[in-house]
């Protein structure tokens, strides 16, 4: 048994699954975790002492790479100034400014600690602005695990088979409704059927808890004339894209505002931080300004926002990070799909910036019916297969995969070479 197998099946006795989120339980892989006990630059270290090339980045936020040292630094300076006070503090709103001067439709921000905290409460002051009780989400995109989002949701929900939880109250979701990714005719019908009742529609401008799926052309523009016909809020989740496609995420990336957008892990550098902000005239709906109540002692959290703060500098201050990762990206993901077109395989790749995702099927993958086309258990193999050869893919096929600044050409080529053996 190597430990992270002995660690793991201690750990199932004390932790649902022995995981605290369930895609890392390896499950849909037909694996057991490795247990991670240090990540350095592009490399995760696990217990056993083998050494990993990380596609997964922690989901996204570590796009500097691993245990970057002026981030380590800024933590632990400011831990040293004590590690939470429950107080209104200079550095959230230092924090505040800096995303507020970055994203134009961004006016006012609340932080809060997660990605599913920062939508669920963007939802609600969507509700609060509009009076009405009605939101639009598409099949397939993951909005964090609140209640009323639970419906037709990817990410871990998609894996394990469970898109509606048990748990959640027919009433909790009696108002949210389901339109089809990519289809702006299933959204259109939506809003013929309740024009005055739907508060907003909440997107992943690029779907990237259904593996990844890019918004064809035209789609988030047509969402946002939909909203603005119909008196609806357009809510951008970018917990994903956000500073990740590139500094002001997909709304800057596609030319698209958002009233709403929520924000998570990358704007904590790995700490646990989340955001939305949108319009002044919808911010200061919020409490105390306003009635839509929302609060949260460790928002705003001194070592959270030194983290975060320091990450969105360096990347504000070194545009051209951006340009390298993007074209870096573009060569590998590239590079992937030449690989599927000699081999002839039966897989599609899905690619945007530095995102991107391996399919195992063989036909496009435009939406969540695509999405569910790939063979799991192909995904599972190639999976498994890569983590024997010292590289860590998401283990679950309807995830992304996530390059950072850190990753070289080189270890690219090694991951590129593993992948032609494999598929
Ligand atoms: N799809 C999730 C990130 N957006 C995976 C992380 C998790 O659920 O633990």
Known sequence: MTDS?????????????????????????GSVPRMIKRADGARLYDEDGREYIDFVCSWGPMILGHNHPEIRRAVQEACGRGLS???????????AKLICESIPSVEMVRMV????????????????????????????????????????????????????SAGVPEGCTRDTLSALYNDLSSVEELFRKFPEEIACVIVEPVAANMGVVLPEE????????????????????????????????????????????????????????GAYGGRREIMERVAPLGPVYQAGTLSGNPVAMAAG???????????????????????????MKEI??????????????SLGCLFFTGEPVTDYR??????????????????????????????????????????????LERISDII
Request: aromatic share 12%.
């Open 309 to 335: 703060y320091t990450q969105l500098s360096i990347l504000k201050e070194h545009p051209a990070y951006y340009r390298e990762l993007n074209e870096k990206a573009d060569r590998f993901f590239g590079a």
């Open 85 to 95: 006070f429950g107080a209104a503090t200079r550095a959230e709103v230092e924090m």
């Open 218 to 273: 035209g789609f988030l523009e047509g969402l946002r004339s939909l909203c603005d016909r119909y008196g609806a809020l357009l809510v951008f989740d970018e917990v994903i894209t956000g500073f990740r496609l590139c500094f002001g995420g997909a709304q800057e990336y596609f030319g698209v505002e958002a009233d709403l957008a929520a924000y998570g892990k990358i704007i904590g550098a790995g700490m646990p931080v």
């Open 340 to 353: 599927v077109r000699e081999k002839g395989a039966s897989c599609r790749v899905n690619h945007i910036a």
């Open 5 to 29: 197998e002995k660690i793991f099946a201690e750990a199932v006795n004390y932790i649902p699954g022995g995981v605290n989120s369930p895609v890392r339980a390896f499950g849909s892989i």
């Open 113 to 164: 600690n997660s990605g599913t905290e920062a939508v669920m409460s963007a939802i609600r002051t969507a509700r609060g602005f509009t009076g009405r009780d009605k939101i639009v989400k598409f099949a397939g995109c993951y909005h964090g695990h609140s209640d009323g989002l639970l419906v037709q949701a990817g990410s871990g929900a998609l894996t394990a088979g469970i898109p509606d």
């Open 370 to 415: 695509s999405a569910k086309t790939s063979d799991t258990k192909a995904y599972a193999a190639y999976c498994n297969a890569m983590l024997e050869a010292g590289f860590y893919p998401a283990p679950a096929q309807f995830e992304a995969m996530f390059l950072s600044m850190a990753h070289t050409e080189e270890d690219l080529e090694k991951a």
